[in-house]
């Protein structure tokens, strides 16, 4: 790829960022590229439809979760690795409104855009949960499928306006649920 059409494909996901950040998985495209400094086109042709560029952002979003796992898991001790990493997928997720459908869609779909990343996702959150496990530090009985579930459905509680002022207590009891007490 040209050096021009690089920066103008990292500028659309760092827009793309913000507004979906801002609005949602519904988020205007034309507004993307208005903040990217790109003309509609331009969005266009690196991004052919919104699915596109949300599979762009979140593939780019879902790999770094799965960085983060890989980092915590060697930096942290077993238990607070994976209640860090929780925390932050949840947080990332309830930031990305929508996402948590997608996550769902492309995780059952081997023929995503996103179900490469959302593999690899959780199974590195997966590797977190087992290391925890070894140590006594989570409950044996989940599996990485649970943790996403579990995410997923902390993500929903917290982008319910009703509900999102007790989405951290809540998390923190998922959080006792998951996990051995501290010793």
Known sequence: ???????NHD????????VVG????????REVARRAGVGLGTLYRHFPT?????????????????????????????REALVTW????????????????LMVAAIEDPDSALHASC??????????LTRAQEAGAARADLDGTDLFALISAMAWLGAQPALA???DHLLDVVVDAVCAPRS
């Open 119 to 128: 593999v690899a996702m959780r199974a590195a959150g997966t590797g977190l």
């Open 165 to 167: 002022p007790r989405a």
């Open 86 to 101: 929780l925390r932050e997928g949840v947080a990332w997720t309830v930031e990305y409104r929508g996402a948590t459908e």
């Open 1 to 7: 790829m040209r050096a021009d059409a690089r920066r």
């Open 50 to 78: 919104r699915d596109a560029l949300l599979e762009g952002l979140l593939r780019t979003e879902f790999d770094a979760l799965a960085a983060r796992a890989a980092e915590l898991g060697t930096a942290a001790s077993p």
């Open 11 to 18: 500028q659309l996901l760092v827009a793309a960022r913000a």
């Open 22 to 29: 801002e609005h949602g998985a519904e988020a205007s495209l």
